[in-house]
């Protein structure tokens, strides 16, 4: 949408996108980039932004939020959890349809498109592959994808019934809608908690082996191998289920996939003293798959970093481990973490030093992909979301300071619900300026809305 | 952070040797004519079981009263738990009405670390969950010091533990302790009943009794927890004990002098035979009295004048 009157320029910036890596100003007028050159001279009165020694890339794109809304407002909102996106980086996020109700029809999909408009991001919906999420009967996904739904899952669990998977891959593939799949068997998960392996082993918790992820991973890519149609692979957790990917995306097959920061920077180690914030859905794994999952990472395995965002009021959170609810936040911290844990990944200075700090073109190009246009793509949004900064494209933009350390505190959280696992968590990469279809909607590391 | 005893992991070697001094001072009390003392008069000690015990709350309960401690009884049966009541509601309440200390059992591993960091009064844990039991490893350690005359270490010790490790929370409790204490120690069963990343426990492991019973001093038997068997874990309770139960015919593949554990309760002829349970080789019943002594123990430890200082304690 168009805004008028907003007009500013963002100077002196090193622009990250599709391009590349260049100095260029950019001048935003009416909600579009106008201009994107070495140096712009704006109107008289216009607004300036100094972006000197920050990196401009295009907005954040999530693929994979849980708002919450409608059903569970004590957790989140659409609302607060825009504004936690918007202090994380994100113009975009992709709502999972497990609300209560499921959006799982063309009326649902209309309802909570409704109360989005007035969010101040843009919000995207996930429809579910079946009704009601219970793995027996498909959705009218023709109906929903006239209404601008894009992808469907039923996250929170994967459809268990592979006769079923099929028919929705075939289902999917003829109306040009991509299915996104929560892989986990649960006869193998079995009322696990946490990994299955050395610490499950010591604490005496229910696991989840690695084998319940990888078994449908690779039942998936049969299918898909079956049917031909586009699958995109949520939150990989496991090292092989990893790899398997990589062999099907380099036998040609149509597949994408995910991870998230957490499985990127935290294992299960964390929850030696049983604290259910770590408790989350696929659980941390070994430090052997985290590892393995970094070398995925860095070699281009995955075509996005979502961050599974799963706000839990205290309530669901304060309890056993066997029973607190899956799921943490992230939002807030996504980039922080992600960018924090390859500084350590690539043992780089600890303090803070030339304006990349340390990160190499490449390397800056390789990072920001996974949160812009490799996103955008995959959600079919990359006309609006992850675009090249250039003339012409909606002013969807996020600056950050890209060797700023900081610590998330709790009073900073801007989601309704406090289960974030970061805050032990150094974190490199401070996000300044959130700008949604032109609209600055954070300031200098501030909201304002 | 106030002291618990939660987890053998918890206790530095100095905190174990207090409570092994201190159990065989309660041993003492216990073969008294009169075996009760002042000690605790005027504390409160709250059993808060939400899993049915029998011989862990009595042995609690007995142990606060010969220390002349009131006792609060909690059994989850006629609580609010079954109003809906939260367990940290639950564990504040009793915090409230004034309980001096919570001796809590409950299914969950981790709940009483949980519940712990909640309250400002001290825990012992009498089992959460598949976690820890640590006082049933401490009972365990006294009896066997006392059977090997061995002071207050297990050096050269093999101790077998046969069963249902999955499940068992005083495996896991056991193997921390007796391997600290110098023991070396062999978990025994079918693959299905042992935990699935054993790396990082300080033992060995195998899947025949029928191996490992020649070279073992000590032949720790677990209680099966039929309840589990639904899940497939075993065929059958028959298949189970055709393999790893304790009977007369594998106990003469032992040691002559090695002796029978179990935490009990027993169910004779599953993992253990009743001929075996009853032999002379058989500490159980010496397991169960030993228990009323450590348990007096760790809640003197926790509770005492001198907070576990032996001189202060009459």
């Known amino acids: 949408m168009v805004k008028k009157g907003l007009n500013y320029v963002i100077r002196g910036g090193t622009l990250v996108d599709a391009i590349g890596v260049r100095r260029a100003d950019i001048l935003v007028e009416d909600g579009l980039i106008r201009a994107s050159e070495r140096e712009v001279k704006p109107p008289k009165g216009y607004q300036e932004i100094d972006a000197r020694g920050l990196v401009v890339s295009p907005g954040f794109v999530d693929l994979h939020t849980h708002l919450r809304e409608p059903g569970n407002e ?71 994808a006239d209404l601008g739904v894009k992808l469907f899952t039923d996250d929170g669990s994967g459809v268990q019934d592979v006769q079923l998977m099929r028919r929705a891959l075939e289902f999917a593939k003829g109306i040009g809608v991509t299915l996104a799949q929560h892989c986990e068997d ?58 398997m990917v990589k062999a099907a995306k380099a036998e040609g097959l149509p597949v994408t996939a995910e991870v998230t920061p957490h499985h990127l920077v935290l294992s299960d180690s964390k929850l030696m003293g049983f604290n259910p914030v770590f408790k989350v859905n696929p659980p941390l794994r070994s430090d052997t798959d985290r590892l393995g999952l970094w070398r995925a990472f860095q070699g ?21 481990i066997d029973q607190a609810a899956f799921g943490l936040i992230g939002l807030q911290a996504s980039f922080g973490a992600v960018l924090g ?33 490799k996103p955008a ?50 974190l490199v990469g401070k996000i300044l300026y959130t700008i949604v279809n032109g609209e600055l909607k954070l300031k200098e590391g501030e909201l304002c809305l | 952070m106030h002291r618990s005893l939660i987890s053998v992991s918890d206790l530095s070697d100095e905190d174990i040797f207090q409570l092994l001094e201190l159990s065989r001072v309660f041993v003492e009390v216990n073969t008294r004519e009169i075996p009760k003392v002042p000690a605790l008069r005027g504390k409160t000690v709250a059993t808060l079981f939400f899993e049915n015990s029998t011989r862990t709350r009595l042995s609690f309960e007995l142990a606060a009263s010969r ?22 509601d639950t564990a504040e309440t009793i915090e409230s009405i004034g309980a001096d200390l919570i001796v809590m059992r409950h299914w969950s591993s981790g709940s009483v670390r949980l519940v712990n960091s909640w309250l400002d009064i001290p825990l012992i844990n009498a089992g959460d969950g598949a ?70 426990w300080p033992v060995k492991v195998s899947n025949s009794l029928d191996e490992v019973l020649p070279s073992c001093d000590v032949i720790y038997v677990l209680r099966i927890q039929s309840e589990r068997f639904s899940e497939s874990l075993m065929p059958s309770l028959s298949e189970f004990s055709k393999s790893f139960a304790l009977n007369g015919a594998r106990l003469s593949k032992a ?40 348990r007096m123990a760790t809640l003197y430890w926790l509770l005492g004048a001198g907070k576990g200082r032996l001189e202060s304690l009459w």
């Not at chain 1, 050395?198 to 990888?214: F, H, K, Q, R």
């Not at chain 1, 350590?344 to 990072?367: A, I, K, M, T, Y």
């Not at chain 2, 999955?166 to 056991?174: E, G, I, K, Q, T």
């Open chain 2, 67 to 88: 220390l002349s401690a009131d006792v609060l009884t909690f059994t989850l049966a006629s609580s609010s738990v079954s109003k809906g009541e939260s367990l940290r």
């Open chain 1, 74 to 144: 004590g957790s989140e909102t659409m609302f607060t959890g825009s504004l936690a996106g918007i202090s994380g980086g994100y113009t975009a996020l992709v709502a999972m349809p497990n609300t209560t109700p499921t959006i799982d029809s063309p009326e649902a999909v209309r309802y909570v498109q409704q109360i989005a408009k007035d969010a101040p991001l843009d919000i995207y919906f996930a429809g579910a592959i079946t009704k009601g999420r219970l793995g027996e009967s498909l959705t009218e996904m023709s109906k929903m």
């Open chain 1, 377 to 426: 793509r995959i959600a079919q949004i990359d006309d609006i979301h992850g675009c090249q900064l250039v003339a012409g494209k909606p002013a969807n933009i996020t600056i950050f300071d890209p060797t700023a350390r900081w610590r998330l505190a709790e009073a900073d959280l801007l989601s309704k619900s406090q289960n974030s696992p970061y805050f032990d968590t150094d």
């Open chain 1, 186 to 243: 649960l006869r193998l998960t079995n009322g696990g908690s946490i990994n299955e392996g050395a610490i499950s082993s010591i604490l005496g918790v229910a696991g989840i082996p690695n084998a319940a992820e990888d078994v449908m991973v690779a039942r998936d890519l049969e299918l898909v191998r079956l049917v031909g149609a586009r699958l995109h692979f949520l939150h990989i957790s496991t090292a092989h289920s990893a790899e």
């Open chain 1, 341 to 373: 844990e390859l500084h350590r990944q690539l043992d780089l200075p600890q303090e803070d030093g030339s304006f990349s700090s340390g990160l190499s073109d490449e390397q800056l190009v390789h990072l920001v992909s996974f949160f812009t246009w």
């Open chain 1, 300 to 320: 281009g395995v995955f075509d996005a970093v979502a961050t599974d965002h799963a706000p839990h009021h205290k309530e669901l959170k304060d309890t056993t």
């Open chain 2, 131 to 200: 976690h820890e039991h640590p006082t049933q490893a401490l009972l365990d350690a006294v009896t066997l010091m006392d059977e090997f005359e061995s002071g207050n270490r297990l050096d050269g010790l093999h101790i077998a533990i046969v069963g249902d490790v999955l499940h068992s929370r005083v495996a896991r409790s056991n193997v921390q302790l007796m391997t600290r204490l110098g023991a070396s120690v062999t978990l025994v069963g079918p693959p299905s009943l042992l935990p699935a990343d054993l790396s990082l």
């Open chain 2, 255 to 294: 040691k002559k002098d090695a002796v029978v554990m179990h935490p009990g309760p027993i169910i004779r002829g599953v993992e253990i035979s009743g001929e075996v349970a009853d032999s002379p080789q058989s500490l159980i019943r010496k397991q169960v009295e030993n228990g009323v002594s450590v």
